[in-house]
């Protein structure tokens, strides 16, 4: 038998494994992966150095000068962070004000669900993060199921559930001639759908399409997802950018409730309370009782734990500050509706616009879809026309960002748009 000092020798001797060639060679077939569809294209506008550029790409809200903005109820909300208070490592779940604050926005300020504690919930990574949680929870604690999207949607909840690793299905959702819902085969995939199946649902202001059910409608999708037992997963990214109010965008998540299902819900502050470098936002689901809030809370926690082991503190900090105070949370609500009516205005100047450089084509579905989108109906090639000729950046779905035109461009781009899609 070798003596200890014979094997340590022996390793001291030995030369390190990985010599400069099978380095190289480590990570030498790995191709660069694919530009995303969304950041992708902010990427290439920023790379762009043309005066004349507009990026109606990326989902996020610009001033009437193009410039992003900072609500005043942040800033205020922001001199009390750096006020007073401490910087220690939040808990697994979060902030518990801010989860508090959170689900009174979806759930409602009186909710019984809430008082009697049904409801599991974590602070999330934004939309994306508290989609990701539900997606790694569902491998986890249900992995014989699947979740059905609709089609289309936004590109990064394919990217969610695949590397979830929890199998994909579609469902109808949008009609191409009309430009609205095809509400007819939407209820054909619900009922079709094995009893008991999981549905992501955008819970206002679509996306990319612009394009949400009637209150009428979602009463009928509610009443079949009860015949059938489905699960709702709610993505609500976009909380008062439908109508203005959070209150009424809320309405599709309360018939539901009120029709007793039990839900899952993805909320985020990236877009109506202007935070989306904050990654701030909430994950919810809806549990049977007290005691089946507390196992499922206990386990997203142990989701997050490994992957970043507890959310950050300042985005938190400031949406807490704001909901709990009541003028503040009124400023917001009040900047809310400015932004929102915004968007409303420049669809409508860009619908105007095109009518009166007599395209041939109906631009109403601009003023008939809501929230940040509209979804125009031009080809992936009608796109690249207008990036290539007129340096306008969007996604090639023929998605416009409407939070990125202003009254300065409104005119360049319905010339462009009427340039490229006139002869189609
Ligand atoms: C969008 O759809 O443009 C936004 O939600 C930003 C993103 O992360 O894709």
């Known amino acids: 038998m070798a003596s200890k000092t014979a094997i340590f020798r022996g390793i001291l001797s030995q030369k390190p494994r990985f010599g400069a060639r099978s380095m190289s060679s480590l990570f030498q077939n790995i191709e660069p992966a694919p530009k995303d569809p969304i950041l992708g294209v902010t990427e290439a506008f920023l790379a762009d150095p043309s005066p004349d550029k507009v990026n109606v790409g990326v989902g996020a809200y610009r001033d009437d000068n193009g410039k992003p903005v900072v609500l005043e109820c942040v800033r205020k909300a922001e001199r009390r962070v750096a006020g007073n208070l401490n910087m220690e490592y939040l808990p697994m779940g979060g902030s518990i004000k801010m989860v508090e604050e959170t689900l009174n926005l979806a759930y409602g300020e009186n909710s019984d669900f809430i008082k009697e504690k049904r409801i599991a919930a974590v602070q999330a990574l934004s939309g994306t993060g508290a989609c990701r949680l539900f997606a790694d929870f569902q491998k986890r604690f249900l992995p014989d199921s699947q979740i059905y999207i609709p089609v289309p949607t936004w590109s990064n909840h394919h990217n969610i559930w695949r590397d979830a690793h929890v199998p994909q299905r579609t469902f109808h959702y949008y009609h191409p001639e009309s430009k609205g819902l095809d509400f007819a085969s939407l209820m054909d995939d619900v009922k079709n759908a094995p009893n008991g199946s999981f549905f992501l649902l955008h819970a206002c202001a679509h996306n990319p399409t612009g394009v949400d059910p009637t209150e009428e409608q979602w009463r009928e999708i509610s009443y079949q997802f009860k015949v059938k037992n489905h699960f709702p997963f709610f993505d609500m990214a976009y909380q008062g950018f439908a109508s203005g109010d959070p209150e009424r965008d809320a309405k599709a998540i309360r018939i539901f409730l009120e029709d007793g299902h039990l839900i899952g819900c993805a909320q985020s502050y990236a877009k109506n309370m202007g935070l989306y470098g904050q990654r701030v936002g909430c994950l919810s689901v809806l549990c049977e009782d007290e005691k089946q809030a507390v196992a499922v809370k206990s386990q997203l926690q142990q989701i997050a ?120």
């Not at 938190?316 to 949370?329: E, G, N, T």
């Not at 860009?350 to 009518?355: H, R």
């Not at 009608?382 to 300065?408: C, P, W």
Request: positive net charge.
């Open 305 to 424: 734990r490994p992957m970043y082991s507890n959310p950050p503190i300042h985005g938190a900090l400031i949406v807490s500050i704001i909901l709990s105070d009541p003028d503040l949370k009124n400023m917001w609500l009040k900047e809310v509706k400015v932004m929102a009516d915004r968007i409303i205005g420049m669809r409508s100047a860009l619908k105007e616009n095109l009518e009166k450089l007599g395209s041939p084509l109906s631009w109403e579905h601009i003023t008939n879809q809501i929230g940040m989108f509209c979804y125009s109906g031009m080809t992936p090639e009608q796109v690249d026309r207008l990036t290539k000729e007129f340096h306008i950046y969007m996604t090639r779905n023929g998605r416009i960002s409407m939070a990125g035109v202003t009254t300065g461009n409104v005119g360049y781009l319905a010339n462009a748009i009427h340039e490229v899609t006139k002869c189609a």
